[in-house]
């Protein structure tokens, strides 16, 4: 076959010249701008870049990047604000983008960069470091979302956050986050001309807590006297408050039984006012859960307590969804109490699933959609009758059960997860003759001078949430101390786990008897809650 050649200029040639010179004349005229906003991913915030450009061509107004119905919403909410604030749409083809694209976005917080974008179009800027976060009224009104707070808490403890324009009505909550310079607007044209004079300085204070401090270390630690419900109500069962008063000290897992009416549920309710002070850090992270499940926290520095019906699904105790993974009752209760009364009537698949959150702190949810990892530091506290019927410690009425019913009733629960719970107490039946001999108040105060000690030895955890290395490092025996715990693995066939457990008993019943090492007298107390099979 012949080819001819053509030696010639071809035509083409100066196409492409036309070409690239039409491509750098709409390059010329096109501005990208740039702000920066965040969404959530699970319960851990995702930085999100949003950048519009101003293109010849149709004019409209597109939003790209994988967003959600609530972002395209957003158009005609950003619209109307402009619109009102006399702005005139130009004649081009917007379209923003929030990157990167392959990250589910939603939430209403979008709409003040979206807006601010449009707004400010004719002039050149990128703000690296400023985060935008604001719903939009029709009016142009800067709203509050329910998502602000633990957006913008998760970017801190990333340390990604250092300066953020939010809507005033958001302060209130918002100033608890320190660290983080917040420029508050009322209305969308507060933001333009803060945006277009390029003045972001902090006009928001911090939030000082109301609430009982002392310092240690240099840390502040915060906690509430608050004795409504107290253990002086509580007669008698002196074994078990003290039981209550070690679980409290060291925040270690409790497990109660005893007879219908002894005082198993006003013990564990009791608990909550008398746990350890708590860090800034931990009161924000129980306001970020609260948030997440919608409830408007009150900041008070009193851990969370709670306490699911044993009818609850595994999707509402551990969290789940089938498109956007929720939280569950064991995120909600994490730096507090997770309280399961009458615990053989949850499901076998509540109960073998709380192995991982008592042992590992954290809980995963993997669905098709999302795989998220949270937290899940809880103070576990279970009780139980000792028979289906419930008086087979009773003196004075006789059991109905079966010697079957009665050992089908306690294999429910399974020995793993037994093992993970280190403080058990039979109660006993109550008597006419008990009395009240503690207080609320006199408990916490031990329970405080627990924590001081604790805190003095440098534990980033506390007693109940050493690991193996935290315990060889904290944990020492005195010699007869040693010589005790020795013959009891010998005697009772003690786990490594249940070993670690008497060691962690005995850490805090000593820090409760203010003895450096722990002593004889305390690892005894420490066998004394042993589990009895």
Do not use: W
């Amino acid at each position: 076959m012949n080819v001819k050649i053509d030696s010639g200029t071809p035509p083409k040639e100066v196409n492409c010249k036309n070409k690239i010179r039409v491509k750098q004349k709409i390059k010329k005229e096109a501005i990208v701008n740039r702000l920066t906003c965040a969404t959530l991913e699970g319960v851990n915030a995702k930085v999100i870049e949003v950048e519009a450009t101003f293109t010849k061509g149709l004019p409209g107004f597109a939003v790209v990047g994988l967003v959600s119905s609530d972002i395209q919403e957003a158009k005609e909410r950003v619209k109307s604000a402009l619109l009102v604030n006399e702005f005139v749409f130009p004649p081009l083809k917007i379209t923003v983008n929030l990157s990167p694209s392959d990250i589910k976005k939603n939430g209403t917080h979008f709409d003040l960069s979206l807006a601010l974008l449009v707004a400010l179009n004719k002039k050149s800027f990128d703000e690296e470091g400023l985060f935008v976060f604001g719903e939009l009224g029709l009016d142009g009104r800067v709203k509050s979302s329910s998502m602000l707070f633990p957006i913008i808490l998760s970017l801190k403890e990333q340390g990604l956050i250092q300066r953020a324009i939010v809507p005033q009505e958001s302060i209130a909550y918002l100033s608890h986050i320190s660290g983080v310079d917040f420029i508050a607007v009322e209305t969308l044209n507060d933001a333009i001309v803060l945006l277009g004079k390029g003045d972001f300085k902090a006009n928001v204070k911090k939030f000082k807590y109301d609430a009982k401090t002392f310092t240690l270390e240099g840390i502040p630690y915060y906690y509430e006297e608050n004795y409504e419900s107290d253990f002086k109500e509580v007669k008698g069962q002196m074994v078990a408050k003290r039981a209550a008063l070690i679980a409290a000290a060291g925040m270690h897992n409790l497990f109660m039984e005893g007879n219908p009416g002894c005082g198993k549920s006003m013990i564990a309710k009791r608990i909550k006012n008398i746990l350890p002070p708590m860090q800034e850090e931990e009161l924000l992270s129980i306001a970020k859960h609260q948030f997440l499940d919608g409830q408007i926290p009150n900041f008070k520095a009193i851990r969370p307590m709670r306490a699911p019906h044993h009818t609850a699904t595994s999707a509402s105790i551990f969290g789940g969804g089938s498109g956007q993974a929720k939280i569950g009752e064991v995120a909600l209760a994490s730096k507090g109490i997770l309280f399961f009364d009458e615990i053989p009537h949850f499901s076998k698949q509540v109960l073998e699933a709380m192995r991982e959150p008592l042992q590992d702190k954290k809980v995963h949810i993997a669905r098709v959609n999302a795989k998220i990892e949270y937290e899940a530091d809880i103070m576990f506290i279970a009780a139980q009758n000792p028979c289906p019927c419930g008086n087979l410690l009773s003196k004075s009425k006789s059991c109905r059960c079966s010697e079957t019913e009665i050992k089908r009733y306690a294999n429910k629960l399974s020995d793993p997860f037994l093992d993970r719970i280190d403080l058990f107490v039979v109660m006993q039946e109550v008597s006419s003759e008990d009395k009240s001999d503690v207080s609320s108040q006199a408990m916490h105060q031990s329970v405080i001078k627990a924590f001081s000690m604790q805190k003095k030895r440098h534990q980033v955890r506390l007693n109940g949430k050493l690991n193996e290395d935290e315990i060889e490092q904290y944990c020492h025996l005195s010699e007869e101390a040693q010589k005790i715990l020795e013959s009891a693995i010998t005697k009772f066939g003690l786990s490594h786990r249940s070993i670690a457990s008497v060691k962690k008993i005995g850490r805090t019943v000593a820090d409760l008897n203010e003895h450096e090492m722990i002593e004889k007298k305390d690892v005894l107390e420490a066998l004394s809650y042993r589990r009895r099979k």
